[in-house]
C-alpha cells in the first residue's frame, strides 16, 4: 500500500548570532520519502515571538515542503524554541528546534560552520599544512555541529597514514558542537613538495563517500637546508620571477587561455625545480627547463580551459620547490 513518510532533512537549526531586534528567519526542509502524498494540517510555535509560515498544498512524493521560521529578537542572550509540526503523514507530530544568542553587537560567530552537510555543519571543507619541515607534527581543528536529535558520533572516512584524527567529544549530542583534531605526520609523506588527498566525513553509520561530504587535504613538505655552510649559502641560486600572480579574468569566450612567467637564475650555481605541482590539479603547466643555470631563464607556461572553471572548487595555484635556500617553496596564484 502507498504510504505517505515525512524526513525532516535537519531538525536543529542553530541561528548563530542574532542582531538585536532585527527579526531573523530560518528554515526547515520537509521531504516526502513515501510513496503517497501528505499535507501539513498544524504547526505552533512554543512562543509567541516566532512566527511559521507554511504551506498548505499537498506535498508528492520526493517532494519537499519549506517551513519558514521567524523569530523576532526582541529579548538579549541565547534562545531555544520548539516548534510543534501535524502532517497527515502521522498521528504523531514532529518536533523542530530554533537555536541561537541575540547580541547588540554581531561578531561574526553565524559564518562559523558555512559546509552544510544536511544533519552535520562544518568549519570548513579544506585543510592545508603549509611549509612543513620532516619531523613536525602540525595539527587542524575541523568543528563540527550536530544538527540533529540524536547523538552522533563523528567519523572520518580513507584517512592515509600519514593523518591521524582524534574527536572531541568522540559522541556529539544534538545541538552540540565538536572538535576533530587532524595531526599530520611529517614523517609518513612519501616526497618534498605538495602531497593532497581527499578525506570523507560520515554523517551516520554506514554512510558513503561522495562529492557531498569530501574533506579535502593538502601538505607541503619543504626540503631542508641546515647543514649548508656561509660559503654553500652564498653559492646558491636565486630565483626571482617575473610576476607572482596570474590573471585569466579575460579569457572570455575561448576555450582556453596560456600565460607565461619567466623564471631566472640570478645566483652563482645552478637552480633546480625538483617540484612543479598544482593545487586541485585545474591548470596545465610546463616548464622549459626544470635545471636552470646562472644568469639563464626558463619558461612557465599556464593554461585554463574554460569548460574546468565550472568544476573548480578552490582557487587554483601553482606550487614551486626548488633548491633557492632562500626561496624553497613558492606559490603562484591564479585567478579567473
Known amino acids: 500500500m502507498a504510504q505517505p513518510v515525512l524526513t525532516v532533512e535537519r531538525e536543529i537549526v542553530n541561528m548563530g548570532e542574532v542582531q538585536w531586534q532585527q527579526p531573523k528567519t530560518a528554515t526547515f526542509q520537509l521531504k516526502n520519502s513515501g510513496s503517497a502524498p501528505w499535507h501539513l494540517t498544524d504547526v505552533h510555535a512554543s512562543c509567541g515571538c516566532t512566527q511559521v509560515s507554511w504551506p498548505r498544498e499537498d506535498v508528492a512524493p520526493g517532494e519537499t515542503a519549506t517551513l519558514q521560521v521567524t523569530f523576532d529578537a526582541k529579548l538579549l542572550g541565547s534562545f531555544q524554541k520548539e516548534i510543534e509540526v501535524y502532517t497527515s503523514a502521522s498521528q504523531e507530530p514532529t518536533y523542530l528546534t530554533l537555536q541561537g544568542r541575540v547580541v547588540t553587537e554581531l561578531t561574526g560567530d553565524t559564518d562559523n560552520f558555512p559546509i552544510d552537510l544536511g544533519n552535520v555543519r562544518l568549519s570548513t571543507n579544506v585543510i592545508e599544512f603549509d611549509d612543513v619541515n620532516r619531523g613536525d607534527h602540525p595539527e587542524a581543528i575541523l568543528q563540527v555541529v550536530n544538527n540533529s536529535r540524536e547523538s552522533y558520533k563523528p ?38 613538495g605538495l602531497t593532497e588527498t581527499t578525506v570523507y566525513l560520515a554523517r551516520k553509520l554506514g554512510d558513503k563517500v561522495s562529492s557531498d561530504n569530501e574533506i579535502s587535504v593538502s601538505a607541503v613538505l619543504l626540503p631542508s637546508f641546515a647543514g649548508l655552510s656561509a660559503a654553500d649559502l652564498a653559492a646558491a641560486p636565486v630565483m626571482q620571477l617575473s610576476q607572482d600572480s596570474l590573471d585569466f ?61 565550472r568544476k573548480m572548487k578552490h582557487q587554483p595555484r601553482i606550487l614551486l620547490i626548488t633548491n633557492d635556500p632562500k626561496h624553497p617553496k613558492c606559490v603562484i596564484n591564479a585567478k579567473y
Open 249 to 309: 579574468t579575460d579569457i572570455g569566450t575561448k576555450k582556453k587561455l596560456t600565460k607565461t612567467i619567466l623564471m631566472q637564475n640570478t645566483g652563482l650555481s645552478d637552480l633546480k625545480v625538483s617540484k612543479l605541482q598544482v593545487y586541485g590539479r585545474n591548470l596545465g603547466i610546463s616548464l622549459s627547463n626544470r635545471v636552470i643555470q646562472p644568469g639563464k631563464t626558463a619558461k612557465l607556461k599556464v593554461t585554463l580551459q574554460r569548460d574546468l572553471i
Open 155 to 192: 567519523q572520518l572516512m580513507h584517512l592515509p597514514s600519514f593523518l591521524t584524527a582524534r574527536y572531541v567529544p568522540e559522541q556529539l549530542a544534538g545541538g552540540r558542537v565538536g572538535r576533530i583534531h587532524l595531526t599530520l605526520n611529517s614523517e609518513r609523506l612519501k616526497d618534498y
